[in-house]
């Protein structure tokens, strides 16, 4: 459906891979939305509102509600877009939150200095993590999938890779407690190739995973501490 008009919504910018994760955590939430994307095949049964068109024109983003929206997150796959993106949401909207993806570390501080308040770099965690990231959602849709994130200024992110000597191979998240042991969360693994969001308590890690751990900037350091200061590959 066509944007019908909303106010202090979210405003997803992009329909690709991430953008869809975004999309299906804020559904599953039934949170308020609109997404916006050039390709209209984008919305082929979409039973949310949308606007097809470039995210980087300022008409298309009035359009989407982006002056009146609480939230908006930007999932767009070339940086250069979500600069300009970013920019002009920011222009238009000075009290939003703006959440952007990098697809490149290079480009984060640029993404910051057009005027967003996270940039997440990781497509391992990207989309659940964006959507993740809106206070609403922390309220609403993580206690609906029975999880505890809070994501708050200064999150930081570390990639480990499990070795066969590794405290934390062929062990459950639930035996590995992350948690309660140095207060940080896996929010996703990469395993030959494929990247594993819905993680559960009975969620494996096996040796060769990547996984992606978040955390505050103390809880990262006590993680490093134990689990990779000291690895031996």
């Known amino acids: 459906m066509e944007n019908s008009g909303h106010k202090d919504h979210i405003v997803v910018l992009g329909c690709g891979d991430v953008g869809r994760r975004v999309v299906e955590t804020l559904t599953y939430a039934d949170i308020k939305f609109v997404v916006v994307d050039s390709q209209v095949h984008s919305f082929e049964s979409a039973d949310y509102d949308y606007v097809v068109g470039n995210a980087t024109e300022e008409d298309i983003l009035i359009q989407a509600g982006v002056?009146?929206?609480?939230?908006?997150?930007?999932?767009?796959?070339?940086?250069?877009?979500?600069?300009?993106?970013?920019?002009?949401?920011?222009?238009?909207?000075?009290?939003?939150?703006?959440?952007?993806?990098?697809?490149?570390?290079?480009?984060?501080?640029?993404?910051?200095?057009?005027?967003?308040?996270?940039?997440?770099?990781?497509?391992?965690?990207?989309?659940?993590?964006?959507?993740?990231?809106?206070?609403?959602?922390?309220?609403?849709?993580?206690?609906?999938?029975?999880?505890?994130?809070?994501?708050?200024?200064?999150?930081?992110?570390?990639?480990?890779?499990?070795?066969?000597?590794?405290?934390?191979?062929?062990?459950?998240?639930?035996?590995?407690?992350?948690?309660h042991k140095v207060g940080c969360t896996i929010l996703g693994i990469e395993r030959e190739g494929q990247i594993i969001t819905d993680i559960l308590p009975s969620t494996k890690i096996l040796k060769g995973d990547i996984i992606a751990v978040v955390g505050g900037k103390e809880e990262i350091s006590r993680f490093k501490e134990k689990y990779v200061k000291n690895k031996i590959i």
């Not at 984060?108 to 959507?131: E, R, T």
């Not at 999938?145 to 992110?157: K, T």
């Not at 570390?158 to 062990?171: G, M, P, Q, V, W």
Request: net charge negative; hydrophobic share 40%; glycine share 4%.
């Open 67 to 179: 002056p009146q929206a609480s939230t908006i997150i930007v999932t767009l796959n070339d940086d250069t877009h979500v600069m300009f993106a970013t920019l002009i949401s920011r222009g238009l909207n000075p009290d939003s939150t703006i959440i952007a993806r990098a697809n490149s570390y290079k480009s984060i501080d640029k993404i910051y200095k057009a005027g967003a308040n996270y940039v997440a770099a990781l497509p391992i965690v990207a989309g659940q993590m964006l959507a993740k990231m809106t206070s609403r959602c922390i309220d609403i849709s993580c206690k609906k999938m029975d999880e505890d994130i809070m994501l708050y200024e200064g999150v930081d992110i570390e990639k480990h890779t499990i070795t066969h000597s590794d405290d934390l191979a062929n062990k459950t998240v639930a035996d590995i407690s992350l948690r």
